[in-house]
Nanobody, 111 residues
């Protein structure tokens, strides 16, 4: 099973930025897509962004134009650059890769 370690969450003011990272412990990284999801209490997990092996990206409607997903195959890491953050972006963010979930990292947007 793949182990995923997320980092980069925290508290930020509205309009601010954060960059999340998710490092995968696997020898089979290059040919697979990765994704970021988020979840708030009482709600289903929401797809935030995906990136394919050839770096084609897709985004959820609520984050289009503000978030950017990217990957570094040499580091086996996927990133989520989050700009123009809003209070409604507050959630636990999870990365997903080959059927495995990370432990989650809390993002709180508040003044």
């Amino acid at each position: 099973q793949v182990q995923l370690v997320e980092s980069g969450g925290g508290l930020v003011q509205p309009g601010g930025s954060l960059r999340l990272s998710c490092a995968a412990s696997t020898n089979f990284f290059v040919g697979y897509a990765m994704a970021w999801y988020r979840q708030t209490p009482g709600k289903e997990r929401e797809l935030v962004a995906t990136i394919t092996s050839n770096r084609s990206a897709k985004y959820g409607d609520s984050v289009k134009g503000r978030f950017t997903i990217s990957r570094d195959n040499a580091k086996k890491t996927v990133y989520l650059q989050m700009d123009s953050l809003k209070p409604e972006d507050t959630a636990v963010y999870y990365c997903f890769f080959r059927g495995s979930w990370g432990q989650g990292t809390q993002v709180t947007v508040s003044s």
